[in-house]
């Protein structure tokens, strides 16, 4: 590959990560909302959860089908639509009045979003060497980790001074660029700006997929290492540090930022040290143990204040940041015909846990309610309500190391297979 088609794929990739690091905004932005959506929609805990989740519902059912789709048809066109569609989300969130309308805009969202991940990690693997996919993996988690700072902490402080919705049409404004230079810039490969599909078999790939027990075990592990960043970071952890320490919103956005910087700085250190080591597996369990230990002590250690909550907070994305491992091993247990699609089925196992967690965890703060309500009529939740439902994150980290110490096999950097 000569230079110019070097700096041509730099430039792809760094426009497709822009579009992962608008979705993760849009996808986390409900955190810093909480308040403001009980409020405007006139709900409580267990309805948030479900209308946050909807975009999760989505996410999820929609990864099969995306990776089956990258494998065949154009990464251009299908990053484009994509883009288009979040927008499309982002200005009918903005604008509806009814919670059953803006669920449906978290649909939305939810199908254009499916699309950002694995199309980074297409370009990736078809613009650049192999020896470079994982830590290239680690950087578009470290701009999508971005891209959650920039859906909590900014737009907590934009809340200070005006609505929601006024934030909303904003996403939408953002997403309409993105669209046209998607379209505009985005190529399918370095040789040929048009996409030619290999021939499939697809009933045999699936078949081949399903039936590997590595990339089931690497789902499950992708599963529960992310479920408790999508649980916690991504909606219920701004309210609880509001109400466990006592300060504002903008004060328990900033604290919460430290589980996407955590994340966003280990996610790439963690792609270059696995290659550095030939090693994959030992990371994996370090991470989870971090993640397990940290959750512990925040949520059940009494003396724990909130300045030292920000060390803990980083612990937990430091060990989320583990799971972008199973993408490079997912890539070396796979053919590379069927890489899109067991990329897909592992993304989807990461982003389950919002689609089953987050209003899992609204109908536990339900159950627990004991009817107080503030001045405004939104519902008041005790920091032991929180502590019980939260208990779902070092589950899933404790779960994550099983996998890892007893089922997952050292791949040592090496695809399983030739082609």
């Given amino acids: 590959m000569d230079k110019s088609m070097r700096i041509l794929g730099i430039f792809i990739y760094t426009l497709t990560s822009l579009f992962l690091v608008f979705e993760m905004a849009l996808q986390v932005s409900p955190s810093v909302m909480t308040r403001d959506l009980m409020?405007?929609?006139?709900?409580?805990?267990?309805?948030?959860?479900?209308?946050?989740?909807?975009?999760?519902?989505?996410?999820?059912?929609?990864q099969i089908p995306v990776g089956l789709l990258y494998d065949r048809f154009s990464a251009r066109w299908l990053i484009t639509c994509a883009a288009f569609i979040c927008t499309i989300g982002a200005f009918f969130f903005a604008f509806t009045h009814h919670v059953a309308w803006a669920a449906f805009s978290r649909?939305?969202?939810?199908?254009?979003?499916?699309?950002?991940?694995?199309?980074?990690?297409?370009?990736?693997?078809r613009w650049f060497p192999p020896h470079l996919f994982a830590f290239?993996?680690?950087?578009?988690?470290?701009?999508?980790?971005?891209?959650?700072?920039?859906?909590?902490?900014?737009?907590?402080?934009?809340?200070?001074?005006?609505?929601?919705r006024v934030v909303l049409v904003i996403f939408g404004a953002v997403g309409s660029l993105l669209t046209v230079l998607c379209f505009m810039i985005v190529r399918d490969n370095p040789y040929d700006d048009r996409f030619i599909p290999k021939r499939h078999h697809l009933k045999k790939e699936l078949k081949e997929i399903i039936g590997s027990g590595q990339t089931w075990w690497l789902a499950l592990y992708a599963f529960c290492s992310w479920g408790p960043v999508v649980v916690f970071a991504a909606l219920w952890g701004v309210p609880y540090l509001r109400v466990r320490f006592q300060?504002?919103?903008?004060?328990a956005a900033v604290a919460m930022a430290l589980v996407w910087i955590g994340v966003g700085c280990m996610s790439p250190f963690l792609g270059w040290l696995?290659?550095?080591?030939?090693?994959r597996c030992l990371l994996l369990r370090v991470s989870s143990l971090i993640g397990l230990f940290s959750s512990l002590i925040l949520f059940y250690v009494p003396w724990v204040t909130f300045n030292w909550s920000f060390i803990l907070l980083l612990g937990i994305g430091i060990a989320a940041a583990g799971q972008i491992l199973t993408f490079a091993l997912v890539k070396d247990n796979?053919?590379?015909?069927?890489?899109?699609t067991a990329i897909g089925l592992n993304n989807m196992a990461v982003v389950a846990g919002g689609a089953l967690f987050q209003p899992l965890v609204g109908f536990l703060l339900h159950l627990l309610w004991k009817g107080t309500k503030d001045g405004y009529g939104?519902?008041?939740?005790?920091?032991?309500?929180?502590?019980?439902?939260?208990?779902?994150v070092p589950v899933c980290f404790f779960i994550a190391f099983l996998v890892s110490f007893f089922f997952i096999k050292e791949t040592y950097c090496r695809p399983k297979f030739a082609n």
């Fill in 39 to 62: 409020y405007d929609f006139n709900i409580g805990a267990a309805t948030l959860g479900i209308m946050a989740s909807f975009y999760y519902y989505s996410y999820t059912l929609m």
């Fill in 107 to 125: 649909f939305l969202m939810g199908i254009g979003s499916a699309f950002a991940f694995v199309g980074v990690l297409i370009v990736a693997a």
């Fill in 136 to 164: 290239l993996v680690g950087i578009a988690q470290f701009l999508g980790a971005m891209g959650a700072l920039c859906g909590e902490l900014p737009i907590a402080w934009m809340l200070d001074s005006i609505p929601w």
């Fill in 247 to 251: 300060v504002p919103n903008t004060y």
């Fill in 274 to 279: 696995s290659d550095r080591l030939g090693r």
């Fill in 334 to 340: 796979n053919r590379s015909t069927t890489t899109g």
């Fill in 378 to 392: 939104v519902p008041i939740y005790s920091v032991a309500d929180y502590h019980v439902g939260l208990t779902i």
